[in-house]
């Protein structure tokens, strides 16, 4: 399905003045049908990843592979019209577009308001009340959010990636969040990429890859990754457990 | 085959005010400097000016839910004129009013109408006036509008003015006068599109004079081409009263927008807000529109779509 082979990726730094190393020889490969959760510390690189895949950002070096094509040179419509498809962190406003003309978009046609309800329905959104919202500022963050994700449900994309779809999205709508992508697993036949820190999504996934300083870690099932995440996880409470005792 | 004038005439009309056919009710139909078809209904009285050009629009007090149609087309090249329209507009009436002026210029003459439009509307009178303007055709003669409106509100009174253009108009500067008396309210809408060479000024200046009086101006505008636009919006408080003017534009290509808030106030419980806001596609809108498969051009076209929706 997808595979980043050897990805580099550097930008200038004002502080080091010199070029800083987000990526570092990344490789990757997600399967079809894949339910990957991409995890590891803030700053590490997921989301450059994430936004690489869809062609918003472009490697220094390497090649992505998508069915076997090297997308590496295609633009975010060619990729985006060959099956992939991405959720934004930050959920974009647009004054004048209505959240019905967002999942019309996104789903490439026409849309019955009934189509377009489901969408909204499975995304926790009570759909008579937010079809003909302005997708502006009069929505909260959690909602945008929310839409973000009905957006990508309608896209039914053969690869879709969602960059911290729990960033910004409230307890409640967290329990629903893992349904949602519970539900996209059954009724999509595609692969699954999520950028994520939370415990309960990884619980969900199929593999399960940590990234930190720009490198890919470990990757493996989620059987086999989850104890060690735990411990880790652990380790860290510990040490800082530690270092408030020794102050 | 033509229903109303003829078919040139009939597209540009069904452009400017929607109609298919011949209005029912009361209605003026102005093709290239004449009045060609007029009706008046039991509540409104459309009667043609002596002294110049133009009609009086009287809306006798009480009349509900009827709607004018007071549309214009210029299709010959080179006609050129000014017209006065006086709306009378009766106590406790509640009208829409459905102006528009569209220009079909083949030629190489200049071609422009300038409307002056007065509104008076009596105590808790309540009127709609949509406008849209357009210009079309192979020549290159400049198609030019000018219009002038002033409103007066008395007591009470609601007027919301939807003014509209958005293709064809190679040059247009309108302006827009109000006073209103207490508890009276103004609610304007302007959405424009310029391209090409085009200009485009506008120039609101509303007094609310009256006590609890409010007016809300919203102009959201697109810059494209090397075309330039100017808005002006003076507002001043001259009792307890609420203003709010708001310019949102977008600029693309070697566009030219400058927008000049002026609020005053001129008494103490004066509440006034001006807001503009002017700046290309923010990027990250055309790359989600891109990422859901639309190509840059189609993203920046249903971004301006919905802009000035």
């Known amino acids: ?247 | 085959m033509s229903n109303i004038i003829d078919q040139v005439a009939d597209k540009v009309l069904e452009i400017v005010s929607g109609l298919k056919e011949t209005p029912k009710g009361a209605f003026n139909i102005r093709v290239n400097g004449k009045g060609v078809k007029k009706s008046s209904s039991k509540n409104i009285q459309i009667v043609s000016k002596k002294d110049k050009e133009g009609i009086d629009i009287i809306v006798a007090p009480g009349t509900k839910g009827e709607t004018v149609h007071i549309p214009v087309v210029l299709d010959h090249s080179g006609t050129q004129e000014l017209v006065y329209n006086d709306f009378y507009i009766g106590e406790g009436s509640d009208v829409l009013i459905v102006a528009g002026c569209g220009i079909h210029n083949d030629g190489s003459h200049l071609t422009q109408h300038d409307g002056i439009h007065s509104f008076y509307l009596d105590e808790n009178a309540s009127v709609k006036y949509v406008e849209k303007h357009y210009g079309e055709g192979t020549g290159d003669g400049k198609n030019v509008l000018n219009p002038i409106t002033n409103v007066h509100l008395k007591k009470g009174a609601f007027m919301e003015l939807e003014t509209v253009q958005i293709e064809g108009v190679d040059s247009t500067d309108r302006e827009t006068n109000a006073t209103l008396a207490e508890d009276s309210k103004l609610v304007v809408k302007e959405k424009l599109l310029t391209n090409g060479k085009q200009e485009a000024i506008t120039r609101f200046n509303v007094d609310l004079d009256g006590e609890n009086s409010s007016a809300n101006v919203m102009s959201r505008s697109v810059a494209k081409g090397d075309s330039k636009q100017y808005f002006y919006s003076v507002i001043n408080g001259n009792n307890k009263c609420a203003g709010h003017s708001e310019c949102d534009a977008i600029i693309m290509d070697n566009g030219f927008v400058k927008a000049v808030p002026d609020v005053t106030a001129n008494h103490v419980d004066a509440s006034l807000i001006h807001e503009a806001a002017i700046g290309k596609i923010a990027g990250e809108q055309l790359i989600k529109l891109e990422s859901l498969g639309l190509s840059e051009e189609e993203a920046e076209a249903r971004i301006v779509e919905g802009f000035l929706r």
């Open chain 1, 1 to 247: 399905m997808l595979e980043l082979k050897d990805i580099c990726y550097e930008v200038y730094d004002e502080v080091l003045d010199g070029d800083k190393e987000i990526l570092n020889h990344v490789n990757l490969t997600v399967k079809d049908n894949d339910f990957m959760v991409i995890t590891g510390p803030n700053g590490g690189g997921k989301s450059t990843i994430a936004k690489m895949i869809m062609g918003i950002i472009q490697p220094t070096k390497g090649k992505i592979l998508f069915n076997g094509e090297d997308i590496t040179n295609l633009s975010i419509t060619e990729r985006a019209k060959l099956g992939i498809g991405f959720a934004f962190q930050q959920p974009v406003r647009f004054k004048g577009l209505f959240v019905f003309d967002l999942l019309k978009f996104a789903a490439g046609r026409e849309l019955s308001v009934d189509e377009a309800c489901v969408y909204l329905s499975e995304v926790g959104l009570c759909a008579k009340d937010y079809v003909d919202r302005e997708v502006n500022g009069s929505l909260s963050g959690g909602e945008l959010k929310r839409i973000e994700i009905a957006m990508l449900m309608a896209r039914k994309s053969s690869l879709s990636v969602f960059d911290e779809p729990e960033a910004g999205i409230d307890l409640w709508s967290f329990k629903n969040l893992v349904e949602v992508f519970q539900n996209l697993r059954k009724e999509t036949s595609g692969s699954i990429l999520i950028i994520s820190h939370q415990e309960r999504i990884l619980e969900i996934a199929d593999t399960i890859a940590i990234i930190s300083n720009g490198e890919i870690r470990e990757v493996g099932s989620r059987d086999e990754m989850l104890p060690k995440l735990m411990e880790d996880s652990m380790e860290c409470t510990c040490l800082k457990r530690r270092g408030e005792k020794h102050e």
